[in-house]
Nanobody, 124 residues
Framework: VQLQASGGGLVQAGDSLRLSCAAS??????LGWFRQAPRKEREFVAG????????NYADSVKGRFTISRDNVKNTVYLQMDSLKPEDTAVYYC????????????????????WGQGTLVTVSS
């Protein structure tokens, strides 16, 4: 699996943005979005099972971000609404092989494949 993230950019607080992550093949891979702000550790943002039926979010983005996937298009999305300046970061998509269709994963150490990252900047 290879991942290619896109969709980042400069927006104002309150705006929306949708990130995409295209892959060569996502069947049986749980997916996640992580982010790393300047001078901070990389952190979990959202995760989705390979079936798409289970999702999980960091408390800081719950209710504002939505993760989804299209296994036909081999793409995972992160819809980000009501963006805040503190959402400014490089966003990474990641994939983890699993035979469990309904599992998502929040621990970044378990992910096998990482995309190159896309920068999101939210101005106040």
């Amino acid at each position: 699996v290879q991942l290619q993230a896109s969709g980042g950019g400069l927006v104002q607080a309150g705006d929306s943005l949708r990130l995409s992550c295209a892959a060569s093949g996502l069947t049986t891979y749980a997916l996640g979005w992580f982010r790393q702000a300047p001078r901070k550790e990389r952190e979990f943002v959202a995760g989705i099972s390979w079936s798409g039926g289970s999702t999980n979010y960091a408390d800081s983005v719950k209710g504002r971000f939505t993760i989804s996937r299209d296994n036909v298009k081999n793409t995972v999305y992160l819809q980000m609404d009501s963006l805040k300046p503190e959402d400014t970061a490089v966003y990474y998509c990641a994939a983890r092989y699993t035979y469990r269709a309904s599992r998502y994963y929040t621990d970044q150490s378990g992910y096998d494949v990482w995309g190159q990252g896309t920068l999101v900047t939210v101005s106040s």
